[in-house]
């Protein structure tokens, strides 16, 4: 049996772990490190760099740098996230032939899916020289809250990387599988996790090895980065006062603090001071200047403190909205390397009257977790299910423009469900059935998945033939819709896939074209 | 549809009504009588299907139920076999299945496994409590554990990618029972309807037909026709509005009004000054924070209304623009998706329909410009065109008279008056 790797495809940081011997392995890249920066540059000899080889040269080339791409896949170029993106990223994004958004760099464009295929391919590369065999199966995860739209281009993502996505799990879902809760009695769990640019709050059910997503909240635009961020500021501010220079406009030097920054952070959640120190990093009439500044935990805890005060306000609203009291959470999961942090763990201890549990790395465990739900699916192992739900209601549009819902977001799949709508006009030999996904009242609101006639409907008055509608989605998600006229018997049906920003052409041709480059391992 | 009856084979079997059975007996909706009269013992299981005024699903699921109440009989399954059943549903807690005949051991999933799933499927129709294995007064937790451990023997993803035949689909139906069952009885506000009319229903004598448990799609095909437009508000549907119901604390729900307020303020002044994509999404997100609001409603209406035109106006010009005859109908009716009674859009898809001779669709489109516009007569002519190429001479010349009624002497009418009296003296000169 083929082996499946469970992949956590993170905004800022991915990581892929196996299920290696009964126990999940979390596979090192040729570096050593067991997570790669989510990063995807081309270098000015046009050279492709992913992960840290990315992230190393992602200042002083900035504008062919892609990072954190995961905000932008399957939005339309219009949405509002976008808006923010484009304000604040520094490469070009350009709209797609489908209303999507698309990346320039150093003058070719790609997709989100592309950007987001590259980026696996590497982590499938890793986890082959690992294993020293061949690998085509993979369990994904997706933060809790992404449409089916943004499942679906995650999914292309994978097969633009060669590889066959089994399932697309929850991100928290798989945290907790990795921590390996709710095998035995009920419990409930919130899943904090806090990651490079994203922060997300999930609260789950699980009992007897059967997982349900109960609520979640977060934020896209708030992460470990601006705790970077905020250290870098803080030091340019410090050197400009003590030594008269400012450093902000010198992209060599900031490059050089960015990393030092994060580097001094994740000293501070084991040290109580750190230094950092940056030789030669200016130069002046008065010759070499260097750098070199103590930080201590209260300093970066005052600089950041309002950040965390933040996650925390997502997470009361997150709790309220499973309707819960803090003290119901039988169990507490972080996730993310940023919830290294003393100060987040102290602070979410507060507030749930109980101690976090976190594995060594919880940079980790969501890759864990999607590797042990692949194992799952291919073995003959039992002791576990995941019920999926749709994320978003589907239904019909209505003569009068309205969305008629036949099935409710949340909905645990498969499920089948029918309706019975009729004419609305006299005679009517036709009726159209568009099929559509979403949460809005009015039709057009919501995303349209197909359409389809059903004809010759026996001549009746108005509001007479009775027209049953069935929705019906299979265990991998596929959705059918039929139409059957009950006089006539006439039936017609469509099988709706919820597509992605990319046709099945534009995959094919894109997993030819990105087989052929051979990248570079990290050194 | 329709696949997850029990394959091509039953499909060609023809069910006879049991010789000594007393249709007084049972109890049975007047949809499920009309089946039954439809049972003359010539009439196959697959023909069954199309005129049973159910859909086929559910003439599938009837059927069986029949036969395993011993109410019919199927040929070529041998009377044996249905006696044996009958005998076992007048014994319940004998229900066994004669499923070897359906045990494929070439699958990949174990035999026994095979015979429970079989058997399970049998017994789908009994009530949610019974089909949960949980007590009428069973507790919630009670209830979601036998959900779960149901759950982890029939989801189909336990036979992920193995061969499984038949069974594949008995799987999905098994399941999908089982999440309905879990999802009423662990509402209070659905599980007391189920209880009550479970009260109401005098337990049934064994071995006789009993009645689904209401909720399910069973009745939908027995609901009195819709009112115009409206969709059916059945049982169903009342059932999940109640459980849709939001629950959230009074202090939260004040912090979100303030928020919500805050929103539509913001999505005002873009929309004033003229960016309405950005107002909408404001005012999605005042929605997001006060569903209760009627005010944020109707403002994101209005906006989206503009966003809406804007976008029309887009497609119009661009279908304008196109050379390419089919481009420009596929603009124009993505054009109507966003203003879907726009006369001029609707007259000139109806006539490029026309062109391409795809008339099925013109006449959907003529029909709608009538609907929208009945007072003018143009229209109506145009309605009459179409059906005259499709050949329905005497609807034409009804919609024609109709147009006449509004305006005799309107040269469309005229034109077309001309024409079908010309399509009428010369055969084959419809067009």
Known sequence: ?523 | MGSSNGGSGEQERIPRLAPDLDPEDLELTPVEGFLLSRIDGATSWKTLCHIGGLSPLEVDRALERFEAKGVIVVEGKGGARAAKIAAAARDPKKALVDAKAQVDASLGIPVDLQQRILEFESGLERPYHELLGVDRSAEAKDIKRAYFKLSREYHPDRYYRRNTGHFGARLERIFRKVAEAYELLSDPTTRAEIEKSLASMPSPPEGEYRQAAPGTTERIGAEPAPPRGQRVPGRMENLERLRNRFKIPPKLLAERRVRARQLYQAARVSAHEGRFLEAAASMRLAIAFDPWEKEFKSGFSDIQAQVHAARAEALLKEAGDATAQGEALRLLEEALNYRPCHVETLKRVASLCIDARELEKAREYAEQLVEVEPEVAAHHALLAGVLRRQGLHAQASAALERGARVDARDPEIKAERLRQHRSRTRPGGAA
């Open chain 1, 1 to 523: 049996m083929s082996r499946v790797i469970g992949i956590d495809l993170g905004t800022t940081n991915s990581c892929v772990a196996v299920i290696d011997g009964g126990k999940p392995v979390v596979i090192p890249n040729t570096g050593g490190y067991k997570t790669s920066p989510s990063m995807f540059a081309i270098a000015p000899d046009g050279k492709r760099l992913v992960g840290h080889l990315a992230k190393r040269q992602a200042i002083t080339n900035a504008r062919n740098t892609v990072y954190a791409s995961k905000r932008l896949i399957g939005r339309r170029y219009d949405s509002p996230e976008m808006k923010r993106a484009l304000d604040l990223f520094p490469y070009e994004i350009v709209e797609g032939p489908n209303q999507d958004a698309r990346i320039v760099v150093a003058g070719k464009t790609f997709s989100c899916s592309e950007i987001s295929g590259i980026i696996l391919r590497e982590m499938k590369r890793v986890a082959e020289e690992y294993l020293g065999e061949p690998v085509s199966d993979a369990v994904i995860t997706v933060p809790a809250y992404f449409n089916d739209t943004q499942r679906q281009c995650t999914k292309d993502a994978g097969k633009i990387a060669g590889l066959e996505v089994l399932r697309i799990i929850n991100e928290p879902t798989a945290a907790a599988l990795a921590y390996g809760l709710g095998h035995n009695r009920e419990e409930k769990i919130a899943v904090y996790d806090l990651g490079g640019g994203t922060f997300d709050i999930s609260i789950l059910e699980l009992a007897e090895g059967v997982v349900e997503v109960l609520a979640t909240a977060g934020n896209t635009f708030l992460g470990g980065e601006d705790f970077d961020r905020r250290i870098v500021d803080h030091v340019l501010e410090l050197f400009k006062k003590t030594e008269g220079i400012d450093l902000s406009d010198d992209l060599m030097a900031r490059q050089r603090l960015k990393d030092a920054a994060e580097k001094a952070k994740c000293d501070l959640s084991t040290l109580q001071t750190t230094e950092i120190n940056l030789p030669f990093i200016a130069n002046d009439h008065s010759g070499a200047r260097h750098l070199n500044v103590e930080i201590t935990r209260e300093t970066l805890e005052s600089l950041v403190g309002d950040i965390v005060e933040r996650t925390m306000k997502s997470v009361e609203q997150c709790v309220a909205d499973a309707g819960l009291d803090p003290r119901a959470i039988d169990h507490v999961v972080l996730v993310g390397g940023q919830t290294r942090m003393p100060l987040v763990q102290q602070l979410v201890t507060k507030y749930f009257g109980k101690p976090p549990h976190r594995g060594v790395n919880p940079d980790e465990v969501v890759a864990v977790g999607a590797a042990i739900q692949g194992r799952v699916l291919v073995s003959d192992e039992r002791d576990l299910l995941l019920l999926d739900v749709t994320p978003l209601s589907l239904g019909i549009a209505t003569f009068d423009g309205h969305f008629a819902t036949l099935i409710q977001r949340n909905t645990t799949v498969p499920v089948r469900k029918s309706h019975v709508f009729t004419t609305t006009r006299d005679n009517q030999s036709a009726v159209k059935i568009r099929v559509l996904q979403g949460e809005a009242e009015r039709a057009d609101e919501n995303h349209m998945l197909g359409e389809f006639v059903l004809s010759d409907i026996p001549p009746a008055p108005k509001g007479q033939p009775e027209i049953e509608v069935s929705f019906d989605i299979d265990a991998n998600g596929i959705v059918n819709v039929s139409a059957r006229d009950q006089s006539s018997g006439r039936e017609q049906s469509i099988t709706v896939r919820t597509t992605g920003t990319l046709s099945e052409d534009e995959i094919q041709q894109l997993v030819r074209e990105n087989a052929e480059y051979e990248l570079p391992g990290e050194a």
